[in-house]
């Protein structure tokens, strides 16, 4: 469940350094909307000038904050689901923020936006060692579209968190390249669009990812793999403002009307229950459920 946080809360939890959320209402959740049901997270940006300039030109759901102290009350708050920072900025100190804040705030993604320079791979280096989710270069791939794609997987955070947490219960056993690239398949969704593609990511032949799963009592591989655009594909949707239509381009399926059927074969339910909402731990259970008890035909 999501608690709403007050304007008043914020400002005072970030103005030691005199450095206040620029819109710290985008943190809080609207009245009208009933916070069990409010899915989408927040990006919380601390980057020099010039950077927060293009990530708020590119992306308007980006909040942008002003200091240290302002990263780690956003962090607390129920809503942030990713911060993304330079490391280089305040002469490297940066870095051991977001090394703090991959250690201290796991729900929370922090994802680096910085110019590659000789001094920031070092920096770089050391964040990739606790997982930083992803790496921005500025004036190489900081295009609006891939700004964007930030703000999308912060929004499915919530939900994908719940959906791995539940798989990494089934998943004890298996060997952890494995469970790493299950991982990666909600974060990235568009990397893997088969077995074949989760199985070489985990360093092992198809058969053996299969047996693995079957050990694990995961049954369909083919919907594991799926509902990782399908969980993406709920949570944009749920946002608003977007179609059908251009969420399966974005996601990459060649008709709205196949993610319309493979959202209810993964899910349950069928896509215009969920555009009217749902409660994030309800579906990940039955998106677990399903792909632990539907069996694909290949696998038998």
């Known amino acids: 469940m999501v608690s709403p946080v007050s304007d008043d809360l914020l400002t005072r939890a970030t103005s030691q350094e005199g450095g206040p959320l620029a819109r710290p209402s985008e943190l809080a959740i609207p009245k009208h909307v009933n916070s069990d049901r409010y899915l989408a997270g927040c990006i919380v940006a601390y980057l020099p000038p010039p950077l927060a300039r293009r990530a708020a030109e590119a992306e308007h759901r980006i909040v942008l904050v002003e200091s240290q102290s302002a990263v780690i009350a956003a962090a607390g708050l129920a809503r942030t689901s990713m911060i993304i920072a330079d490391p280089s900025s305040d002469n490297g100190t940066t870095t051991d923020l ?15 936006y910085t110019r590659l320079t000789p001094e920031v791979v070092g920096k770089l280096l050391r964040l990739a060692a606790v997982q930083l989710s992803d790496v921005v270069l500025a004036d190489h791939d900081d295009t609006p579209a891939r700004l964007a794609s930030l703000v999308e997987q912060a929004s499915a955070a919530p939900l994908t ?46 058969r053996t990812l299969y047996r693995h799963l079957r050990s694990a009592g995961i049954n369909s591989p083919r ?16 946002n608003g403002g977007r179609t ?35 409660e994030p731990s309800a579906l990940a259970a039955s998106i677990v459920d399903r792909v632990c008890r539907i069996e694909d035909e290949q696998f038998n």
């Open 161 to 206: 968190r719940l959906v791995i947490e539940r798989l990494d219960l089934q998943l004890t056993n298996t060997p952890a390249p494995l469970r790493s690239s299950i991982r990666l398949l909600f974060r990235n969704p568009l990397r893997y669009r088969t077995a074949s593609d989760l199985a070489a990511d985990a360093g092992m032949p198809r």
């Open 223 to 238: 919907l594991l793999v799926a509902s990782g655009r399908v969980t993406r594909a709920v949570c944009m949707l749920a």
């Open 98 to 112: 977001m090394i703090d804040l991959c250690e201290r705030f796991r729900p929370i993604t922090v994802a680096a």
């Open 244 to 278: 059908i239509r251009h969420v399966a381009e974005q996601l990459r399926f060649s008709r709205p009307e196949l993610l319309s059927d493979l959202v209810e074969e993964v899910t349950g339910l069928p896509l215009r229950v969920l555009r009217s909402g749902f």
